[in-house]
């Protein structure tokens, strides 16, 4: 709250609402009223049953309290667009590369036949199913044994009897398993970034075709 040195024959009220009250910060405003009640209260209390300190402080407490939240308020959102201009320049410098997000698209063509998958927990057996537009087997991998965390596979673009698979986009799921029981897996898909924006929910990376990503859905970098 600002303080002010008044001439002694200034007639004006300590908390006036003047022009100059309207340019104050909202932390002020809110104090400002806070303490004009405070005062309207006190002026007007029963002579019988007056205010108690601790009836004052508590009230002060609710008003530091008030200012406390109005501040951090504040911080958060100083901080939320700093972290996103910060973001905006970190996904930037991502234009040009590869990427491996979360997805189950892949293509035979060479520089898109890359894929992967994160697994929750180790697994003894990991098989990847290629699937055609209409949902139709073209090939299958056996991964065998693989560890928690990121793999990263290259489908070689040929289908299980051994042909070149026409060119287009295809869908992939993985299957894992440990010990009998199924392993929780996530499919990841490889993608060249050639966009970012910022919008309601974060960060995004364009990937062509109509494809995008969270900037914190990446998972490797190329």
């Known amino acids: ?9 200034s007639t004006r009220p300590l908390f006036a609402s003047g022009a100059a009250g309207a340019a104050k910060p909202a932390g002020n405003e809110t104090e400002n009223r806070f303490l004009n009640l405070l005062v309207a209260q006190m ?3 029963d002579p019988l049953n007056p205010l108690d300190n601790a009836q004052v402080t ?14 951090m308020n504040r911080s958060l959102a100083t901080l939320a667009q700093s972290l996103g201009a910060n973001q905006m320049t970190e996904a930037a410098n991502l234009i040009g590369h590869g990427v491996l997000v979360p ?18 927990l180790p697994a003894d057996a990991v098989t990847v199913s290629i699937a055609d ?18 793999t990263l596979l290259a489908w070689d ?8 698979a026409a060119p287009g986009r295809y869908r992939f799921t993985v299957n894992a398993v440990q010990g009998g029981q199924k392993v929780d897996t996530t499919a990841l898909a490889l993608g060249v970034v050639d966009s970012v924006s910022h919008g309601a929910q ?12 969270g900037l914190g859905d990446v998972r490797q970098v190329f």
């Open 133 to 150: 537009a209409a949902g139709r087997p073209v090939r299958t991998i056996e991964v065998g044994a693989a560890q928690s965390g990121v």
């Open 1 to 9: 709250m600002t303080t002010a040195v008044q001439d002694a024959s």
């Open 58 to 71: 508590s009230q002060m407490a609710q008003l530091s309290t008030v200012q406390g939240i109005e501040n």
């Open 202 to 213: 974060g960060v995004a990376l364009g990937l062509g075709e109509d494809r995008s990503a």
């Open 157 to 164: 673009g040929l289908t299980d009897a051994g042909q070149a």
């Open 103 to 120: 997805g189950n698209d892949v293509s035979p063509e060479s520089g898109h036949n890359g894929l992967g998958f994160e697994l929750a």
């Open 43 to 45: 002026k007007n209390q």
